[in-house]
């Protein structure tokens, strides 16, 4: 039997608000623990919330940028449940009237566009923070309590485990292209539960699904989907059946671990919550909000494309940060050829970011060093091969490529005398080779070429040596 | 009274004429306190020192400032699930037995402003959860007009401490009668103001779609005065509708020719007493000798009321008290595992009441159950709004009893809920209307008092008071 994956995600984006979503109280994420704390947000007795317009703002702005409904009304409702995290004992979300209705998100796996369909998106309030360090106790910081949140719910329209990822990407390229999250799952900003369901290929019905928690990485969503696809399918193969159930993604082992069944599950008594008045938002407020949107990533890859002559899968990355494509762009102010620049984000630039585990904002090579250093291979002073050492000492050093070159004495020799000197050595070194070549062998010319390259420590220039040893070898 | 004033009013000219002084009003209640409370536990804390100490702070303003303070050195009470600022409140619960504010309410701040002092806390049901005062974890308060019998409540330390002539003024709160029915029992004014009139922020919520804060005096002018000072604007509560109340002097005139006052015919049906039903009804004949217009009107879904009421103030109560967990603040059983600390914490911590309410309320709200109480029960509180602006289209007012009997005996309904419960019977549909009621005294069934209750469109409190200011004006009974 062949099965079909059918996949739902519900992501939580941590608005990038000043103040929390029902008090004064700063929203920042690393400030000391339990700084941030006032009477409504600790849940004192008489303490009432009073809704941050400007997260309402935010959350319509992500409406209007993946197509959503924006509500003239919308109610919130409190999720009543027990955990110490949970100072009032429920959390004030939106349940059944919700901020923003239907909407949809284009992706692109393996070069082919799908639309994915958005049920909604949702206000709410965050929990605090607990810290398990000091067992048998645990400490309390109230920090995050009541920090705005949306949550994006996906149509179960997700086909396999990548489509899945590339809906996230797609979410968090938009959340950070209108900025209103700053999208690092690491450290909870962004947060996204996954449904799981599997069913024979051309069947209607769906199958019963399993939801997987605490997945903290982009790469660890597709990987947690593709374990519990494969057990999924292990089960159905061997006759049993799929419980609904929620597991918790193990990082460090990679396997979900069962958190509770059906029967455990909670039950939340949602009711309108009666210290907040329905939420109203008039349509000349969307559509001023809707006129605040930058340029979006399925945009900008389309102008990339048609108009910078890029190649599809260089646009797709570059675009899918906003801060990865404006530096491609501040690049591209100070050198001509986009193609090159691409090149050398996608290649360069990013393996720099990956290897160091850094974000674009932790890069200390800037777009103008770059451009010179694209200059410096054009004009002959080094090699496309050294270049590649001393973007990595751009980033290691904090310095322009210039200063580098020259405390490294990379310049690149291509005074013929110099390199006349090395080739005349490499052939004396190596009479066999020159019989060969001589005897016909032609692809030894490489191998000459490579020796000198060596000879010179990575400067020569290679066009120069090719000419020398066709010259001398003749 | 034992203050030489009988209004508000009056108290406050002969402070500003340097006739007596702030701290001498308030040495006054304090005595009084004293002298008469320890009978009647009115108060859960009385802070005299701080009183005292505000008074003379008060004496020592200046002429101008005195002339902006329209309570100056008027003794208060405030009922004790209203936050006071690094003093008690405790909600005349275990649970908060200790618990200490950090902030004043938006109404205690208004209080303060006006000049008012803040004596003490009054007793209540615990978490404003009963009619008689019996609920409260620091035991009962005693009906003044009769100490074998309880004041009513849930605002009866509010209303007694009034009654008692221990403060000039006290705050209570209403969540389906609890500053109307115990005045009534005590034979002094009070007031629910329209939801939304005064802000709820530091009022410890019960119902938060029903809870209102409101005067309790023991006349109509004071409830006026106290009513402009406490209530408007306040940007901590969303629900507050920042509409400020203002007392003309056209209200207490004394004229009522022409005011339509309907009276509801399911009000005065079974279940109502004699001793209350005859003031009421020689009332009823009284007004329309001053000219007012009496009409028979229908409130046909007053059937409902009581069951659509428990329905939703338990489910809010429900959610509303979970942060009673003994984790942050507040009474905490001490235990080994997180369970095992919130159930014992809850089941130490909260009174008899208190959980019937919590677990009803629980109920209504599971899954399953949802559609079949609370949001039935939200139906019906759109029939009774309903009900109530069909009658307003005949009538500029509404006239009704405000509880069935006179005050109870102590003791005579504490085991019977659903007994408890139908006092409330002529009280709750305004609240879940969100109108304004106002509970004034109309006469006795020998020493106890019977209170008439008027009920209005909302922000028309003008009018509530101008035929309650019509009422105190005959005399009584």
Known sequence: ?474 | MPFPFSTIDEGVQQIRSGATTCRATVEQSIETINAGDGLIHAFISVDAGRAIERAAELDALSQAEKARMPLLGMPVAVKDNICTRGQRTTCASKMLEHFVPPYDATVVESLHNAGAVIVGKTNMDEFAMGSSNETSYFGGTRNPRDVTRTPGGSSGGSAAAVAAGFVAAALGSDTGGSIRQPCGHCGVVGLTPTYGMVSRYGLVAFASSLDQIGPIVSNVRDAGRMLSVISGADARDATCAGKPFTATDDIYKNDIAGLRIGLPREYFGGGLSDEVRRPIEKLTERLRDRGAVLLEVSLPTLRYAIAAYYIMCTAEASSNLARYDGVRYGFRSPQRSLPELYRETRRQGFGAEVKRRIMLGTYVLSHGYYDAYYLKAAKVRTLIRNDFNDAFGSCDLIMSPVAPTCAFKIGEKSDDPLQMYLTDIYTVSASLAGIPGLSVPCGAAGVLPVGVQFMAPQWREDVLLKAGYAVECLGGG
């Open chain 1, 1 to 474: 039997m062949d099965f079909e994956t059918v996949i739902g995600l519900e992501i939580h984006a941590q608005l990038l608000t000043e103040t929390k979503l029902f008090c004064g109280c700063r929203s920042r994420f690393g400030d000391p623990a339990n700084t941030n704390g006032c009477p409504v947000c600790l849940g004192l007795p008489g303490a009432l919330p009073v809704l941050n317009r400007r997260a309402v703002a935010m959350a319509i702005r992500m409406g209007c940028a993946i197509g959503c409904t924006v509500a003239g009304r919308s109610l919130f409702a409190r999720k009543n449940y027990f955990y110490p995290d949970l100072p009032k004992g429920y959390q004030i979300s939106q349940y059944d009237a919700p901020l923003c209705g239907k909407g949809e998100l284009p992706i692109v796996v393996d070069n082919t566009v799908k639309t994915v369909g958005v049920t909604g998106i949702h206000l709410e309030e965050d929990a605090g923070k607990l810290i398990h360090d000091r067992a048998p106790e645990s400490l309390f910081d109230v920090n995050r309590c009541g920090t705005p949140l949306i949550e994006i719910v996906s149509e179960p329209d997700l086909r396999s485990p990548a489509e899945a990822y590339a809906f996230l990407i797609g979410i968090k390229a938009i959340l950070e292209y209108i900025e209103i999250c700053d999208c690092i799952m690491e450290e909870g900003s962004l947060r996204c539960d996954a449904n799981i369901s599997l069913r024979s290929r051309g069947e209607k019905k769906l199958g019963a699904k399993t939801e997987i928690k605490n997945m903290n990485s982009f790469r660890g969503v597709e990987k947690a989907l593709e374990y519990e696809a494969r057990r999924q399918e292990e089960v159905l193969r061997n006759g049993g059946k799929i419980h609904q159930e929620t597991f918790l993604w193990d990082r460090s082992a990679n396997r979900s671990i069962p958190m509770r069944s059906k029967e455990d599950a909670h039950d939340y008594r949602y009711f309108p919550e009666p210290d907040l008045p329905p939420l109203t938002v008039n349509p000349e407020e969307v559509a001023a909000l809707r006129k605040t949107l930058p340029e979006l990533p399925a945009q900008r890859r389309q102008r990339f494309i048609e108009q910078m002559g890029l190649q599809e899968n260089a646009a797709e990355v570059l675009t899918s940060s906003r801060k990865l494509a404006d530096f491609f762009e501040a690049t591209l102010a100070t050198y001509h050829d986009a193609r090159q620049v691409a090149n050398w984000i996608v290649v360069d630039i990013l393996r720099i970011i990956n290897d160091l585990k850094i974000t674009i904002d932790q890069l200390e090579i800037t777009p103008g060093h770059l451009g010179a250093l694209l200059k410096l291979i054009d004009n002959g002073t080094i090699s496309a091969r050294s270049a590649r050492k001393i973007v990595d000492l751009m980033q290691e050093r904090d310095q322009d490529p210039e200063t580098i070159i020259k405390a490294e004495k990379m310049q690149q020799v291509s005074d013929s005398g110099a390199l006349e000197n090395i080739v005349q050595s490499v052939l004396a070194k190596n009479p066999v080779e020159v019989e060969r070549f001589k005897a016909g062998d032609g692809k030894l010319i490489s191998f000459f070429v490579g020796q000198a390259m060596k000879a010179t420590m990575g400067s020569g220039n290679p066009k120069e040596i090719n000419a020398l040893l066709s010259k001398m070898l003749r």
